[in-house]
């Protein structure tokens, strides 16, 4: 079984409009968890990290944990052309091994 | 360094020959991860090093991969007798230690086509 499950998308949202983006967990062990943007040619990037159950708002972006749901979401808030990427979430392993899921492809149209 | 190195960004080699991807970590970083990125495609796990600890080899595909790390630094992923389906970027990371809340850092990638 997977440790995330993503939809692949791709997720098309009009320019400035919200995006919601969601990831789904098997691990009840899992606390925290990071989300990633990989740009088409680069290398993930962290963006968010979340390490409690609510909300965490950092500028456009608001990652959401539900523990009891084992469900983390990414909001992004006025969506630009910019955004467009493929986002990753993983579990915070404290240094161990990590398995990603496959990241939801997110399109904004200008 | 400032960030996860990885060496030689581009390779081009032809079917059957052996390559040698180079992965220096960030200094202090206890944790090292391969991974197989295809064209379009997800993170595909490789290998994974925690400090002086066994690896957990389980996601290499075949016996034709392999990798090694020396203490708690640079890396090498050796592919041998190369097949066209090992075209791919391959992606190397590093992050704090067990205990320790740490995302993942990225290289930049080596990107390996076989011809």
């Known amino acids: 079984q997977k440790e995330v499950e993503q939809n692949s998308g791709p997720l098309s949202v009009p320019e400035g409009a919200i995006a919601s983006l969601n990831c789904t967990y098997s691990?009840?062990?899992?606390?925290?968890f990071f989300w990633y943007r990989q740009y088409s040619g680069k290398s993930p990037e962290l963006i968010m990290s979340?390490?409690?159950?609510g909300d965490k708002e950092d500028g456009r972006f608001t990652a959401q944990l539900n523990k009891a749901s084992q469900y983390v979401s990414l909001l992004i808030r006025d969506s630009q052309p910019s955004d467009s990427a493929t986002y990753l979430c993983?579990?915070?392993?404290?240094?161990?091994?990590?398995?990603f899921g496959a990241g939801t492809r997110l399109f904004v149209k200008a | 360094g400032a960030g996860v190195s990885q060496s030689p960004s581009n390779k081009v080699t032809e079917k059957g020959k052996d390559v040698e991807l180079r992965c220096d970590p960030i200094?202090?970083?206890?944790?090292l991860y391969w991974y197989r990125q295809r064209l379009g495609q997800g993170l595909e796990f490789l290998i994974y090093?925690?400090?002086?600890?066994?690896?957990?080899k389980s996601g290499l595909p075949s016996d034709r991969f392999s990798a090694e790390r020396t203490g708690e630094s640079v890396s090498t992923l050796t592919i041998q007798r190369t097949q066209q389906e090992d075209s791919a970027v391959y992606l190397c990371?590093?992050?704090?230690?067990?205990?320790?809340?740490?995302?993942?850092?990225f290289g930049n990638g080596t990107r390996l086509t076989v011809t």
């Open positions: 990371a590093s992050s704090l230690g067990p205990g320790q809340n740490s995302p993942l850092h």
């Open positions: 691990d009840r062990g899992s606390q925290s």
């Open positions: 979340i390490y409690s159950n």
């Open positions: 993983a579990p915070n392993t404290g240094g161990f091994k990590t398995i």
């Open positions: 200094s202090g970083h206890t944790a």
């Open positions: 090093f925690q400090g002086n600890s066994a690896p957990d």
